[in-house]
Each structure stands twice: as structure tokens, then as C-alpha cells.
């Protein structure tokens, strides 16, 4: 997942630490079961923080792998369910922000942060371009494309073809 660094700029994520405490008695029994600890900010004492990965190749990832992905953006995939894996918390353990922008996990990195509202939605919305416009399209993935639109002469017929796909979705 990406956010934003201690220098403001764009960064990939990853969990540190994610401290999820039990401790077991003399007698066997749990005195605590997987507790999950408030920061003083309020935060989940759960925290992501920005990293370099080492895992710079030549190949980039592709435009979908960031823009059209809830995980990429900090909102969490959608798959993990904490509280049916016995935590008491009601967010993934990879969703850092909500849809408001509103920070759900901690970061020990001053000045660091996950997208917040206008930055999340600016990142998903490339998404709506580059379902037609790939930047790797080739000949017989535009003829698909223009196929079914047909070739736009100008920026106008561009605009009417996507209000056109606009209102048919929101239907
Ligand atoms: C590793 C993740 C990643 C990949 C891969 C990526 N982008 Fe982005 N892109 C971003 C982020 C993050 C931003 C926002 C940057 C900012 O606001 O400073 C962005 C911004 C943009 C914007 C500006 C959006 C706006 O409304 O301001 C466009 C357009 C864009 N990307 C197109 C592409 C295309 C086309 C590709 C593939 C060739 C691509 N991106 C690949 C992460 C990515
Ligand atoms: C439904 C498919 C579709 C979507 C979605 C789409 N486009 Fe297009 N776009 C086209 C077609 C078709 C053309 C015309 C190609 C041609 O005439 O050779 C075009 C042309 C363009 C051009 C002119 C390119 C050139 O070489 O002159 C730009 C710029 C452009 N689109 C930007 C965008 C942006 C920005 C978005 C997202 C808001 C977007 N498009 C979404 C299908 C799409």
C-alpha cells in the first residue's frame, strides 16, 4: 500500500510494528488475548509506516496495480475479516484510512500519513481512463475499444462518449 512520508511524498507502507499482545498465566490461562493497545492519539496502537522495500526491478508495476486498488490506496482489500480471526478491532489489519481520509492506524514517522479523501479519490479515478486508454494497449485492444465507441473526432464527441458511459453506469 502507498502513503505519504516525512517528506511528503509518495511512499509504500508496510506494518511496524503490529504489536498484538497475549500473556499467559502461571495457571495456563490467557490473562490477555490477542490485545490490541489505543495510542495516546486515540490511533490502534497498530501501526504502518513508510518504507523503502528493496524491491526496485526495471518493471514497473502497471497502472491498475495502484489505480484501481482499494489496497494500494490504504483502504485494505476487503478480504480479511479481524474480528472472525479473534481481534477486537472492526478494520483489516492493512486499511491504515477510511473513505473520509480519516487515519485508523498509527505511523511513528513524524509528519507521515495515509491519502486522505481528495487524494484517494484522485488516484481511483485515473482508473476510468486507463480501462480504455492501457498504456501497454496493443493494436487489437484499441480495435476492441473503438469498436464498441467508434473513433472520437474531437475533445467534444470524447466528452459525450464518457457522459454516456457515466450515466449508463450510475443506472
Ligand atoms: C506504484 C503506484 C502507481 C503506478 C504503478 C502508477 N501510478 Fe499514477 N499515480 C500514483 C499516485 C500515488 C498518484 C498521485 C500522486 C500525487 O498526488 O502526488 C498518481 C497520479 C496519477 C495521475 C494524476 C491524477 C490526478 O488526478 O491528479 C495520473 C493521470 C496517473 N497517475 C496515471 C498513471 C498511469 C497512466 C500509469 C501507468 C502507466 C500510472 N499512473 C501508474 C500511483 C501510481
Ligand atoms: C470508453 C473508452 C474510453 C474511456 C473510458 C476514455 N477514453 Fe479517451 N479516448 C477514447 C477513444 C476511442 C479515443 C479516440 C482514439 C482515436 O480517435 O484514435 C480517445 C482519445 C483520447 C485522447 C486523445 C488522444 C490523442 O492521441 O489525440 C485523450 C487525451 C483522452 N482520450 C483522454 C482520456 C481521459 C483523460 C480519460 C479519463 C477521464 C479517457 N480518455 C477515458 C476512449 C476512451
Known amino acids: 500500500m502507498l502513503g505519504i512520508n516525512s517528506e511528503g511524498r509518495v511512499s509504500p507502507f508496510m506494518p511496524g510494528?503490529?504489536?498484538?499482545?497475549?500473556?499467559?498465566?502461571?495457571?495456563?490461562?490467557?490473562?490477555?488475548?490477542?490485545?490490541?493497545?489505543?495510542?495516546?492519539?486515540?490511533?490502534s496502537g497498530l501501526a504502518q509506516n513508510p518504507v523503502q522495500p528493496h524491491t526496485v526491478t526495471t518493471e514497473a508495476r502497471t497502472c491498475e496495480d495502484c489505480h484501481a486498488?482499494?489496497?494500494?490506496?490504504?483502504?485494505?482489500?476487503?478480504?480479511?475479516?479481524?474480528?472472525?480471526?479473534?481481534?477486537?478491532?472492526?478494520?483489516?489489519?492493512e486499511r491504515?484510512?477510511?473513505?473520509?481520509?480519516?487515519?485508523?492506524?498509527?505511523?511513528?514517522?513524524?509528519?507521515?500519513?495515509?491519502?486522505?479523501?481528495?487524494?484517494?479519490?484522485?488516484?481511483?479515478?485515473?482508473n476510468t481512463c486507463i480501462s480504455c486508454h492501457k498504456y501497454n494497449a496493443d493494436a487489437a485492444f484499441w480495435k476492441k475499444v473503438t469498436d464498441v465507441t467508434g473513433f472520437v473526432k474531437n475533445d467534444e464527441k470524447h466528452k459525450e462518449m464518457?457522459?454516456?458511459?457515466?450515466?449508463?453506469?450510475?443506472?
Not at 24 to 29: C, F, K, L, R, W
Not at 69 to 93: C, M, P, Q, T
Not at 110 to 124: C, D, M, S
Request: hydrophobic letters at 35%.
Open 69 to 93: 486498488s482499494r489496497k494500494a490506496v490504504g483502504l485494505g482489500s476487503g478480504i480479511y475479516n479481524s474480528r472472525a480471526n479473534g481481534l477486537d478491532i472492526d478494520f483489516e489489519l
Open 96 to 126: 491504515i484510512v477510511d473513505e473520509n481520509g480519516k487515519q485508523i492506524q498509527a505511523t511513528n514517522h513524524v509528519g507521515a500519513r495515509p491519502f486522505n479523501k481528495e487524494e484517494q479519490q484522485n488516484i481511483l479515478r485515473v
Open 17 to 43: 510494528c503490529q504489536a498484538i499482545f497475549t500473556q499467559i498465566g502461571a495457571d495456563g490461562t490467557a490473562l490477555h488475548d490477542r490485545k490490541i493497545f489505543t495510542t495516546y492519539d486515540g490511533l
Open 162 to 171: 464518457l457522459e454516456n458511459i457515466f450515466k449508463k453506469g450510475s443506472k
